[in-house]
């Protein structure tokens, strides 16, 4: 025989075991962005961080070594 057990105090909010953690990305500029994390019931921010986006920079290394290949293929 099985038996469910439910604990409730003043610190549960929300719908237990719907609740989510909802995760939103943007850029502040070029270089950075912002990951927010906030959980779905009770709108609380569980994470909040700023990071350098190195994607940005390698793309712009890529594109800047092509090029210069490129020109000195066209120039021998």
């Given at each position: 025989m099985t038996t469910t057990n439910v604990i409730s105090t003043p610190e549960i909010t929300g719908n237990i075991g719907s609740c989510k953690a909802e995760n939103?990305?943007?850029?502040i500029n070029?270089?950075?962005r912002?990951?927010?994390?906030v959980n779905s019931c009770s709108?609380?921010?569980?994470?909040d961080f700023k990071y350098f986006d190195w994607n940005t920079v390698i793309s712009i290394v890529i594109?800047?070594?092509?090029?210069?290949?490129l020109q000195k293929i066209i120039h021998n």
């Open positions: 939103t990305t943007y850029d070029s270089f950075y912002q990951s927010i994390t709108g609380q921010v569980i994470s594109i800047v070594i092509f090029f210069t290949i």
